[in-house]
Nanobody
């Protein structure tokens, strides 16, 4: 499966953005999906994940502010980001895998990143 992320940009603190990850090649419903982010000079960290059953997992830093969702008809995964903070600034990556994803080692497919910048 190929993944194409989009939707990043510049937003003020407290604002919202919605990231999209369009899949091609296979149906996204066949995979667990997730979003990761990587700040400058930092490791790529798990942000949110959705199992094939629809169950979701979030990192503590985004719980209650971010929502992962999936539209099987559009073969697209979304990350709705609300109440953004300057520390949310990072390159965001979508990912897919055959097993539940909570770490980068569980990822089989990566999309390219999309930059999110939050001004204070």
């Amino acid at each position: 499966v190929q993944l194409q992320a989009s939707g990043g940009g510049l937003v003020q603190a407290g604002g919202s953005l919605r990231l999209s990850c369009a899949a091609s090649g296979r149906s996204i419903r066949s995979y667990a999906v997730a979003w990761f982010r990587q700040g400058p000079g930092k490791e790529r960290n798990f942000v949110a994940g959705m199992h094939r059953s629809g169950g979701t997992t979030y990192s503590d830093s985004v719980k209650g502010r971010f929502t992962i969702s999936r539209d099987n008809a559009k073969n697209t995964v979304y990350l709705q980001m609300d109440s953004l903070k300057p520390e949310d600034k990072a390159v965001y990556y979508c990912a897919a895998g055959v097993a539940r994803i909570t770490t980068a080692t569980s990822v089989d497919y990566w999309g390219q990143g999309t930059q999110v910048t939050v001004s204070s």
